[in-house]
Protein backbone atom coordinates (compact mmCIF):
# COMPACT_ATOMS: atom_id res chain seq x y z
CA UNK A 1 0.00 0.00 0.00
CA UNK A 2 1.57 3.40 -0.46
CA UNK A 3 0.07 6.71 1.11
CA UNK A 4 -1.45 8.98 -1.81
CA UNK A 5 -2.74 12.53 -2.65
CA UNK A 6 -5.87 13.42 -4.16
CA UNK A 7 -8.39 16.14 -4.80
CA UNK A 8 -12.12 14.63 -4.85
CA UNK A 9 -15.12 16.58 -5.99
CA UNK A 10 -17.65 13.69 -5.76
CA UNK A 11 -19.36 11.02 -3.73
CA UNK A 12 -19.81 7.59 -4.59
CA UNK A 13 -23.16 5.73 -2.84
CA UNK A 14 -22.64 3.39 -0.84
CA UNK A 15 -25.38 0.24 0.17
CA UNK A 16 -26.50 0.63 3.52
CA UNK A 17 -26.45 -1.39 6.71
CA UNK A 18 -30.03 -3.32 7.50
CA UNK A 19 -29.78 -1.95 11.18
CA UNK A 20 -28.22 0.21 13.53
CA UNK A 21 -25.14 -0.62 15.38
CA UNK A 22 -26.13 -2.37 18.45
CA UNK A 23 -25.99 0.15 21.86
CA UNK A 24 -24.65 -2.58 24.24
CA UNK A 25 -21.46 -4.95 23.03
CA UNK A 26 -22.69 -7.57 21.71
CA UNK A 27 -20.80 -10.94 20.31
CA UNK A 28 -18.72 -13.38 21.59
CA UNK A 29 -15.02 -11.89 23.38
CA UNK A 30 -12.54 -11.70 20.91
CA UNK A 31 -9.43 -13.67 21.72
CA UNK A 32 -6.39 -11.55 21.32
CA UNK A 33 -3.86 -14.25 22.67
CA UNK A 34 -5.39 -16.59 20.22
CA UNK A 35 -5.34 -14.27 16.95
CA UNK A 36 -1.67 -13.41 18.03
CA UNK A 37 -0.85 -17.13 17.93
CA UNK A 38 -2.09 -17.04 14.27
CA UNK A 39 0.09 -14.38 13.26
CA UNK A 40 2.68 -16.41 15.02
CA UNK A 41 2.24 -19.25 13.07
CA UNK A 42 2.72 -17.75 10.06
CA UNK A 43 5.11 -15.87 10.55
CA UNK A 44 6.84 -19.60 11.86
CA UNK A 45 7.09 -20.11 7.97
CA UNK A 46 9.25 -16.82 7.20
CA UNK A 47 8.61 -14.14 5.02
CA UNK A 48 5.76 -15.10 2.75
CA UNK A 49 7.49 -13.73 0.00
CA UNK A 50 5.61 -14.19 -3.38
CA UNK A 51 7.10 -17.84 -5.41
CA UNK A 52 8.76 -18.95 -2.45
CA UNK A 53 8.43 -22.21 -0.33
CA UNK A 54 7.28 -20.67 2.64
CA UNK A 55 4.46 -18.69 0.39
CA UNK A 56 2.97 -21.44 -0.41
CA UNK A 57 3.38 -23.49 2.41
CA UNK A 58 1.52 -20.77 4.64
CA UNK A 59 -1.16 -20.99 2.06
CA UNK A 60 -1.74 -24.54 2.84
CA UNK A 61 -1.58 -24.17 6.76
CA UNK A 62 -4.20 -20.96 5.88
CA UNK A 63 -6.53 -23.08 3.77
CA UNK A 64 -6.54 -26.08 6.34
CA UNK A 65 -7.14 -23.48 9.27
CA UNK A 66 -10.45 -22.29 7.70
CA UNK A 67 -11.38 -25.51 6.80
CA UNK A 68 -11.04 -27.10 10.43
CA UNK A 69 -13.56 -24.03 11.72
CA UNK A 70 -15.90 -25.55 8.70
CA UNK A 71 -15.67 -23.07 6.32
CA UNK A 72 -16.15 -23.49 2.60
CA UNK A 73 -12.76 -22.79 0.90
CA UNK A 74 -11.85 -21.79 -2.72
CA UNK A 75 -8.76 -20.93 -3.87
CA UNK A 76 -8.29 -18.49 -6.70
CA UNK A 77 -4.61 -18.91 -8.53
CA UNK A 78 -3.46 -17.17 -11.14
CA UNK A 79 0.01 -15.70 -12.23
CA UNK A 80 0.31 -12.45 -12.40
CA UNK A 81 2.90 -10.40 -13.51
CA UNK A 82 4.74 -7.65 -11.26
CA UNK A 83 5.97 -4.17 -12.29
CA UNK A 84 9.50 -5.80 -12.98
CA UNK A 85 7.74 -8.30 -15.29
CA UNK A 86 8.36 -11.36 -12.38
CA UNK A 87 5.70 -13.54 -12.59
CA UNK A 88 3.86 -14.16 -9.87
CA UNK A 89 1.95 -17.43 -8.14
CA UNK A 90 -0.93 -15.81 -6.72
CA UNK A 91 -3.39 -17.33 -4.66
CA UNK A 92 -6.40 -15.40 -3.75
CA UNK A 93 -7.83 -17.67 -0.36
CA UNK A 94 -11.57 -17.22 0.23
CA UNK A 95 -12.99 -18.84 3.36
CA UNK A 96 -16.82 -19.14 2.89
CA UNK A 97 -18.97 -19.05 6.58
CA UNK A 98 -23.07 -20.30 5.34
CA UNK A 99 -21.77 -20.68 1.78
CA UNK A 100 -25.26 -20.86 0.81
CA UNK A 101 -26.57 -17.89 2.34
CA UNK A 102 -27.06 -14.51 -0.24
CA UNK A 103 -26.72 -12.04 2.23
CA UNK A 104 -23.77 -11.61 3.08
CA UNK A 105 -20.47 -10.05 4.20
CA UNK A 106 -17.08 -9.43 3.59
CA UNK A 107 -13.58 -9.09 5.46
CA UNK A 108 -10.29 -9.04 3.72
CA UNK A 109 -6.60 -8.27 4.49
CA UNK A 110 -3.34 -9.47 2.49
CA UNK A 111 -1.39 -12.56 3.37
CA UNK A 112 2.08 -12.01 1.20
CA UNK A 113 5.04 -9.68 2.73
CA UNK A 114 6.67 -7.35 0.91
CA UNK A 115 10.41 -8.74 -0.63
CA UNK A 116 12.46 -5.86 -0.04
CA UNK A 117 12.65 -3.76 3.35
CA UNK A 118 13.05 -0.68 1.39
CA UNK A 119 11.81 2.00 3.95
CA UNK A 120 14.20 0.27 6.76
CA UNK A 121 16.82 3.19 8.09
CA UNK A 122 19.64 0.69 7.28
CA UNK A 123 20.37 0.63 3.38
CA UNK A 124 22.11 -2.57 4.04
CA UNK A 125 18.96 -4.27 4.75
CA UNK A 126 17.20 -2.99 1.41
CA UNK A 127 17.34 -6.16 -0.54
CA UNK A 128 15.93 -8.43 2.41
CA UNK A 129 12.75 -9.46 3.08
CA UNK A 130 9.74 -8.30 5.37
CA UNK A 131 8.87 -10.80 8.01
CA UNK A 132 5.88 -9.15 7.91
CA UNK A 133 4.41 -9.66 11.01
CA UNK A 134 1.92 -6.82 11.08
CA UNK A 135 2.10 -5.95 7.25
CA UNK A 136 0.09 -9.12 6.71
CA UNK A 137 -0.03 -12.07 9.30
CA UNK A 138 -1.54 -9.17 11.33
CA UNK A 139 -5.31 -8.80 9.23
CA UNK A 140 -5.01 -12.93 8.56
CA UNK A 141 -4.26 -13.71 12.46
CA UNK A 142 -7.40 -11.62 12.77
CA UNK A 143 -9.57 -13.05 10.62
CA UNK A 144 -9.07 -16.86 11.91
CA UNK A 145 -9.60 -15.84 15.23
CA UNK A 146 -13.30 -14.89 13.59
CA UNK A 147 -13.60 -17.99 11.92
CA UNK A 148 -12.54 -19.88 15.21
CA UNK A 149 -15.18 -18.27 17.35
CA UNK A 150 -17.84 -18.08 14.47
CA UNK A 151 -17.65 -22.47 14.59
CA UNK A 152 -18.26 -21.99 18.08
CA UNK A 153 -21.20 -20.23 18.35
CA UNK A 154 -24.36 -21.68 19.35
CA UNK A 155 -26.85 -21.54 16.30
CA UNK A 156 -29.31 -19.44 17.61
CA UNK A 157 -26.84 -16.68 18.29
CA UNK A 158 -24.77 -16.90 14.85
CA UNK A 159 -25.33 -13.58 13.04
CA UNK A 160 -27.96 -14.07 10.72
CA UNK A 161 -25.61 -13.72 7.63
CA UNK A 162 -23.14 -14.96 5.49
CA UNK A 163 -19.61 -13.87 5.82
CA UNK A 164 -16.62 -14.26 3.33
CA UNK A 165 -13.24 -14.11 5.23
CA UNK A 166 -11.26 -12.92 1.76
CA UNK A 167 -7.08 -13.87 1.72
CA UNK A 168 -5.87 -11.33 -0.83
CA UNK A 169 -2.31 -12.41 -2.48
CA UNK A 170 0.25 -10.05 -4.21
CA UNK A 171 -0.21 -7.07 -2.45
CA UNK A 172 2.93 -5.77 -1.90
CA UNK A 173 4.42 -6.54 -4.87
CA UNK A 174 4.66 -2.33 -5.84
CA UNK A 175 6.58 0.20 -6.52
CA UNK A 176 5.50 3.79 -6.17
CA UNK A 177 6.94 4.61 -9.00
CA UNK A 178 4.14 2.06 -10.96
CA UNK A 179 1.03 3.11 -8.71
CA UNK A 180 -1.28 0.07 -10.39
CA UNK A 181 1.54 -2.39 -9.34
CA UNK A 182 0.06 -2.67 -5.71
CA UNK A 183 -3.04 -4.46 -4.63
CA UNK A 184 -2.79 -7.18 -8.05
CA UNK A 185 -4.27 -10.19 -6.12
CA UNK A 186 -7.46 -7.72 -4.85
CA UNK A 187 -7.44 -6.38 -8.79
CA UNK A 188 -7.69 -9.76 -10.05
CA UNK A 189 -10.31 -11.25 -7.82
CA UNK A 190 -12.20 -7.82 -8.05
CA UNK A 191 -12.15 -8.50 -12.29
CA UNK A 192 -12.54 -12.56 -11.39
CA UNK A 193 -14.76 -13.08 -8.36
CA UNK A 194 -15.40 -15.95 -7.02
CA UNK A 195 -18.64 -16.77 -6.94
CA UNK A 196 -21.22 -15.56 -10.05
CA UNK A 197 -23.56 -11.96 -9.33
CA UNK A 198 -21.39 -11.87 -5.64
CA UNK A 199 -23.14 -8.51 -4.11
CA UNK A 200 -21.89 -8.59 -0.04
CA UNK A 201 -23.56 -5.42 1.68
CA UNK A 202 -20.39 -4.20 2.43
CA UNK A 203 -16.83 -4.97 2.62
CA UNK A 204 -13.98 -4.24 5.31
CA UNK A 205 -9.77 -4.51 4.94
CA UNK A 206 -7.94 -5.12 7.49
CA UNK A 207 -3.87 -3.61 6.66
CA UNK A 208 -1.43 -3.54 9.98
CA UNK A 209 -3.87 -3.94 12.49
CA UNK A 210 -1.64 -5.44 15.31
CA UNK A 211 1.14 -2.56 15.73
CA UNK A 212 2.13 -1.20 18.89
CA UNK A 213 0.17 2.27 19.54
CA UNK A 214 -1.60 1.85 16.78
CA UNK A 215 -4.48 4.28 15.98
CA UNK A 216 -7.04 3.14 13.21
CA UNK A 217 -8.22 7.12 11.52
CA UNK A 218 -11.02 7.22 9.22
CA UNK A 219 -9.23 6.56 5.43
CA UNK A 220 -9.90 9.28 2.80
CA UNK A 221 -11.05 6.48 -0.18
CA UNK A 222 -13.11 4.56 2.74
CA UNK A 223 -14.47 7.82 3.54
CA UNK A 224 -15.63 8.79 -0.02
CA UNK A 225 -16.65 5.40 -1.29
CA UNK A 226 -18.04 4.15 1.60
CA UNK A 227 -19.33 6.16 4.11
CA UNK A 228 -22.08 4.64 6.00
CA UNK A 229 -19.66 1.37 6.21
CA UNK A 230 -17.67 3.90 8.03
CA UNK A 231 -19.86 5.47 10.24
CA UNK A 232 -20.76 1.98 11.26
CA UNK A 233 -17.34 0.51 12.21
CA UNK A 234 -16.34 3.64 14.09
CA UNK A 235 -19.79 3.07 16.20
CA UNK A 236 -19.90 -0.45 16.75
CA UNK A 237 -15.38 0.46 18.09
CA UNK A 238 -16.81 3.50 20.50
CA UNK A 239 -19.41 0.65 21.67
CA UNK A 240 -16.90 -2.37 22.56
CA UNK A 241 -14.68 0.49 24.22
CA UNK A 242 -12.48 1.25 21.52
CA UNK A 243 -13.00 5.12 20.86
CA UNK A 244 -9.67 6.11 21.62
CA UNK A 245 -7.81 3.26 19.40
CA UNK A 246 -10.64 4.85 16.44
CA UNK A 247 -10.66 7.94 16.28
CA UNK A 248 -13.44 10.00 14.55
CA UNK A 249 -10.88 11.91 12.16
CA UNK A 250 -9.40 11.59 8.78
CA UNK A 251 -6.10 10.22 8.23
CA UNK A 252 -4.67 10.04 4.42
CA UNK A 253 -6.10 8.23 1.32
CA UNK A 254 -4.29 5.19 0.86
CA UNK A 255 -3.72 3.07 -2.24
CA UNK A 256 -4.83 -0.67 -1.42
CA UNK A 257 -6.38 -4.07 -1.38
CA UNK A 258 -10.19 -2.05 -1.17
CA UNK A 259 -9.59 0.24 -4.11
CA UNK A 260 -9.93 -2.31 -6.53
CA UNK A 261 -12.66 -3.85 -4.28
CA UNK A 262 -14.61 -0.66 -4.54
CA UNK A 263 -13.56 0.32 -8.08
CA UNK A 264 -13.39 -2.94 -10.31
CA UNK A 265 -16.08 -4.93 -8.10
CA UNK A 266 -17.99 -2.42 -7.63
CA UNK A 267 -18.75 -3.37 -3.68
CA UNK A 268 -18.31 -0.35 -1.33
CA UNK A 269 -15.52 -1.59 0.76
CA UNK A 270 -13.39 0.15 3.81
CA UNK A 271 -10.36 0.25 5.36
CA UNK A 272 -8.98 -0.22 8.32
CA UNK A 273 -5.69 0.64 8.31
CA UNK A 274 -3.10 1.86 11.39
CA UNK A 275 -1.90 5.57 10.97
CA UNK A 276 0.25 7.04 12.85
CA UNK A 277 0.53 11.21 12.49
CA UNK A 278 3.45 11.78 14.46
CA UNK A 279 5.94 9.02 13.24
CA UNK A 280 9.23 10.13 11.78
CA UNK A 281 9.58 7.16 10.30
CA UNK A 282 6.39 6.80 8.14
CA UNK A 283 2.60 7.41 8.91
CA UNK A 284 2.52 3.74 8.05
CA UNK A 285 4.55 3.16 11.64
CA UNK A 286 8.71 2.85 12.43
CA UNK A 287 8.14 -0.61 11.41
CA UNK A 288 6.40 -0.48 7.87
CA UNK A 289 8.76 -1.95 5.27
CA UNK A 290 11.92 -2.83 7.82
CA UNK A 291 13.39 -5.66 8.99
CA UNK A 292 11.49 -5.02 12.40
CA UNK A 293 8.08 -6.12 11.32
CA UNK A 294 8.45 -8.93 13.54
CA UNK A 295 6.21 -10.49 16.20
CA UNK A 296 7.95 -8.57 19.49
CA UNK A 297 6.10 -5.51 17.87
CA UNK A 298 2.67 -6.44 17.48
CA UNK A 299 0.25 -5.68 20.45
CA UNK A 300 -2.58 -8.05 21.78
CA UNK A 301 -4.14 -4.73 22.74
CA UNK A 302 -4.48 -3.45 19.11
CA UNK A 303 -5.54 -6.66 17.96
CA UNK A 304 -8.05 -7.14 20.47
CA UNK A 305 -9.25 -4.02 19.48
CA UNK A 306 -10.06 -4.32 15.62
CA UNK A 307 -10.98 -7.84 16.34
CA UNK A 308 -13.77 -6.98 19.13
CA UNK A 309 -15.46 -3.99 16.85
CA UNK A 310 -15.74 -6.77 13.97
CA UNK A 311 -17.36 -9.15 16.23
CA UNK A 312 -19.55 -5.94 17.60
CA UNK A 313 -20.16 -5.21 13.80
CA UNK A 314 -21.45 -9.17 12.58
CA UNK A 315 -23.70 -9.54 15.62
CA UNK A 316 -25.92 -6.01 15.07
CA UNK A 317 -26.45 -7.06 12.14
Known amino acids: MMLVAVTITAMTACK ?7 DEPVGPVFSADSAYSFCQQQCDFGPRTMNSEAHEQCA ?17 RATLKGFDGTPLLSNNIIAQFRPACNDRLMICAHWDSRPWADNDPDESNHTKPVMAANDGASGVGVMLELARLLSM ?67 GFSKLKA ?36 DIAHIPC ?44 IFSE
Open 270 to 313: IDIIAYYPYCQESSFGPTWHTVDDTMEHLDRNTLKAVGQTLLQV
Open 16 to 22: GPKQNIK
Open 227 to 262: PQVVDRVWKAAQVAGYGSIFPNQEGGYITDDHGPVN
Open 153 to 219: ADSTLRPDLGIDLICFDAEDWGSDNHPDSWALGAQHWAAHLHRENYRPRYGILLDMVGGQGATFYQE
Open 60 to 76: QWIVSKFQDYGLEVIEQ
